[in-house]
């Protein structure tokens, strides 16, 4: 085992998990799983690796299982040290391995510096990794109703799904399906004809529409004949009416360039907007197979069925069809499930929706298996609680846009009172960026299927673990390196970083792989979001020991490149996140 200037973190795996398969004689990828890097503790200086006996009993498939703990002391005394490990020791069930100090700092600052945004999805823990095609539909507002929190955390979720998945190299499709179909169209044509002005329309079209539709709402409930008139609209929009159609179309075009232009402040894009309507048609076809099939059920009021139990259970009866032969929600996300995979030939597909469309999808799913399509096992549904008590100074959140507007007000108003705020060329741009931050933060800490309780306090402090936080650390990082970059960012001695609090950055940088993996397979952000506070605080307290400033020059350098590496870790995990680092506020 040599030591060499182009060691890595993967070779440091690579040549614990050859020293033990010898030991072991166990195969070297049984062993790559049970290795992992130990979290950094405030109290103490610990190991880097650690291998967890446990599961190595479990791969071994020994069902006698001795002591944990005498197998590790075992274990720990069959192995030596060499030039990579320096210590070995035993935790609770664990074999712990401290990487040589000189060689972790090299590694891991050289690593993070070659690797740039790809650091951390280079890792062992990836290779083989299939790259697989991947359909991911989030967002997906109504046109004409209230664009609410539920779409923007669909939003931000699936942006997060889909960065991520990119990120490890997958094929992927951001689809924005559109609520553009159904009733409530009936009811906005036939009120837009009522309550409707063509210049309000193009000056304001997503507010113009809602307030057309909640017109209509209120007078549909008094008067039976507009109802009437806007089930007529809705069944000429399903025939295929020229005119019922044209107006339908003008609708769904002006509040697509709406949500385009609010969705860029976002930062979020899409490959195609879809919608329900796309499936009027198509929803026919799957109707007719269902019933070719003998699945399909009338009811005495005409309408049709599928009943998925089999024996007339009332919870497992989904309904396709209402009785005068329109489409159904469930109808349109069936088509839209075929058509998809004769498009993308997916190996996945995702839906990122709130959890009371949970028992939705679960009724979808099991209709395409019913039906023959042995892919509908590669659907997803990906649920997420409700956010309460998001609302803007004026009382209420109507539009996304009122969200973003707000944040960016509020944000601006921090920026201004705090004396430390720099000039910005763009003071708006970078309130709203630290502002999306903040918001996102507070909303990917915790279980993405957990209700939590929105409060604009707490998403704009600037200490603690918030957004803000992050946004600042990043920005004084990237400081730090416009001031003193040019003067020492070319060799760095490892000597110069040998401190405890330069170690426990390295070794939580170490950790970033993991943080990934762990995130990519059960796609919940919070483990990203809760390693880069850590880094922001690790950096926070290291900014005010290890001083560049007046410092030799070799231990100045070394310092900066520490620092730079915090900074590049932070900006690729946040990107990951959906978030834009600033490198001024």
């Not at 000429?236 to 044209?246: I, S």
Request: neutral net charge.
């Amino acid at each position: 085992m040599t030591r060499n200037i182009e060691f890595s973190f993967a070779k440091a795996i690579f040549f614990l998990v050859k020293k033990l398969s010898r030991v072991l004689d166990l195969p070297p990828e049984n062993l790559i799983k049970s290795i992992s890097a130990i979290p950094i503790s405030r109290k103490e200086e610990v190991a880097d690796f650690q291998l967890c006996v446990d599961s190595l009993l479990e791969n071994n498939n020994d069902h006698s299982r001795p002591d944990i703990q005498v197998q590790a002391t075992r274990l720990a005394e069959k192995l030596k040290c060499d030039t990579v490990v320096s210590e070995i020791s035993t935790g609770r069930g664990t074999v712990n391995f401290k990487i040589n100090r000189e060689l972790l700092t090299k590694t891991v600052l050289q690593q993070v510096i070659n690797d740039g945004s790809k650091y951390g999805l280079k890792s062992e823990l990836f290779s083989g990794l299939p790259q697989k095609k991947i359909v991911i539909e989030f967002s997906s507002p109504n046109v004409a109703k209230k664009f609410h929190v539920g779409h923007l955390r669909s939003t931000i979720i699936g942006n997060f799904i889909a960065n991520l998945k990119e990120a490890l190299g997958h094929q992927v499709t951001r689809i924005n399906y559109l609520g553009d179909w159904g009733m409530q169209f009936g009811l906005l044509g036939s009120g837009f004809q009522l309550f409707g002005y063509e210049e309000k329309l193009q000056s304001n079209p997503l507010q113009h529409l809602f307030e057309v539709y909640v017109q209509v709402n209120k007078e549909a409930a008094d008067d039976k004949n507009i109802a009437k008139s806007a089930h007529e609209f809705f069944q000429r929009l399903e025939l295929g009416d020229t005119q019922a159609l044209a107006l339908w179309q003008k609708f769904r075009d002006l509040s697509i360039e709406e949500y385009v232009r609010i969705y860029k402040r976002l930062g979020v894009h899409f490959d195609e907007y879809s919608g329900e309507s796309f499936y009027r048609e198509k929803s026919q076809e799957v109707l007719k197979l269902l019933d070719s099939k003998g699945l399909l059920q009338k009811t005495v009021k005409g309408t049709a069925i599928v009943d998925l139990s089999g024996n007339g259970d009332p919870s497992s009866i989904c309904t396709v069809m209402r009785s005068d032969g329109t489409s159904l929600y469930a109808t349109r996300d069936l088509a839209a499930a075929i058509d998809r995979m004769d498009k993308y030939n997916f190996d996945t597909m995702i839906y990122v929706t709130d959890k009371g469309q949970k028992k939705h999808f679960q009724q979808v799913f099991q209709m395409l298996q019913i039906m023959g399509y042995d892919w509908a096992e590669r659907c997803q549904h990906v649920p997420f609680g409700v956010v309460q008590g998001m609302k803007t100074r004026r009382g209420n959140v109507t539009f996304l846009e009122d969200v973003l507007n707000e944040i960016r007000s509020r944000m601006l108003q921090n920026m201004a009172s705090i004396k430390t705020t720099k000039e910005l060329e763009n003071p708006q741009q970078t309130a709203e960026r630290v502002g999306l931050a903040a918001l996102i933060i507070q909303d990917f800490r915790g279980l993405l299927l957990s209700d939590y309780q929105f409060s604009w306090d707490r998403v704009f402090q600037s200490r603690g673990d918030t957004g803000v936080f992050l946004q600042y650390t990043h920005a004084r990082l990237h400081s730090l390196e416009e001031t003193f970059g040019c003067g020492y960012l070319n060799d760095f001695n490892t000597a110069c970083l040998q401190d405890p609090q330069s170690v426990s950055i390295l070794q939580h940088l170490l950790r970033f792989d993991e943080v990934l993996c762990r995130s990519s397979q059960d796609l919940q952000p919070r483990h990203i979001v809760s390693y880069l506070l850590t880094l922001s605080h690790l950096a926070a307290m290291a900014h005010k020991t290890l001083l560049i400033k007046d410092s030799p020059p070799e231990v100045a350098g070394a310092r900066l490149h520490l620092f730079r590496a915090v900074r590049s870790v932070l900006a690729n995990g946040m990107k990951l996140l959906g978030i834009t680092p600033v490198c001024r506020m």
